[in-house]
């Protein structure tokens, strides 16, 4: 049994997909480049991971994701030109992403599903336990919901995953867990995983939305873990198999998340999140939602 209970310290945010539901602004530039207001989406993620803690961060890239790394690099360029400017405001924008965490990076190759790209980690991680953060979900900084996760973590050991009740309708598009109840509200026990079943076989309404704290044990199940839906390997088979066994690395945990996430994986709701958030910003927000209220009123 691998029983981690090293301090967290290590992020891996999978980053190689293609994009496709944003062709043609995905056509040469990464997806998680697209601005979300005026940060691009991916950023949101590494300020979570470096907000909850975890300091070190591993990007999963592919081929055209050079972007990705000229963003959370110095550039000295700009840089130097916005301190002649006497411009500190926006030097401090663009050093902000780069004095974020320690970032490194590792190309996944043949792009063999989610959990092969967790599995291109192993070097990198050993045998600590490590969070995967998925770029599409930008969870709100004002629900903390990784901190929670790596709490309980450190608690009972294992692995963590993030859950939240969706339309029964709506589980077909989600990974489902089947679970029991703890001692504590927010938290259940998982007895077991299936990747987008139909509805009337789901065990649940609890849908596995991207956030994982990982036993380092996953890292061999994967290893042996055969192609399964879509022909990709899923984390989700991988963890189906630590749920049912806890000699292998410990119990599997959800956290039951209730607060405010945005999926920028969807266009639809890719713009509702920027317009979500614009509203809500001290600087944007009050014009923004004066223009907003009076556009909705022409419209109707």
């Known amino acids: 049994m691998t029983q981690s209970h090293h301090k967290i310290s290590k992020a891996v945010i999978p980053a190689a997909g293609l994009g496709t539901r944003f062709l043609p602004a995905t056509k ?18 590494v300020e979570e991971a470096a907000s909850a803690g975890l300091s070190d961060v591993l990007m999963i890239t592919g081929r055209n994701k050079r972007p990705l790394e000229d963003h959370f690099d110095r550039n000295y360029e700009l840089e130097s030109a916005l301190t002649r400017k006497g411009d500190a405001e926006r030097l401090a924008k663009v050093q902000e992403s780069s004095d974020l965490a320690t970032m490194h990076y590792v190309r996944q190759g043949d792009p063999k599903g989610l959990g092969h790209a967790v599995l291109c980690a192993a070097p990198h991680v050993g045998q600590e336990p490590f969070a995967v953060l998925l770029g599409d979900d930008l969870i709100d900084p004002r629900d903390p919901l990784l901190a929670r996760m790596v709490e309980i ?61 990982l036993d380092p044990a996953v890292f061999g199940i994967l290893r042996q873990t055969e192609p399964g839906r879509g022909g990709e390997i899923q984390l989700t088979d991988a963890l189906q198999k630590l749920a049912v066994d806890e000699t292998v690395g410990g119990p599997v945990h959800g956290v039951v998340f209730k607060g405010r996430r945005y999926d920028t994986g969807d266009r639809g709701d ?28 022409e419209e109707m």
């Open 270 to 297: 890719y713009l509702r999140a920027i317009v979500r958030l614009a509203c809500e910003r001290e600087d944007l927000g009050p014009e923004f939602r004066t223009w907003l209220r009076s556009y909705v009123t």
């Open 153 to 213: 973590q450190e608690q009972h050991g294992g692995s963590v995953i993030a859950l939240m009740e969706v339309d029964p309708a709506q589980i077909h598009l989600y990974g489902c867990a089947a679970v029991e109840p703890t001692q504590h509200g927010d938290v259940v026990k998982i007895t077991g995983l299936v990747e987008k079943p139909d509805a009337a076989e789901a065990p649940s309404n609890y849908a596995i939305i991207g956030r994982y704290v």
């Open 28 to 45: 040469a530039t990464p997806k998680e480049m697209l601005p979300v207001v005026d940060k691009p989406a991916i950023q949101y993620v």
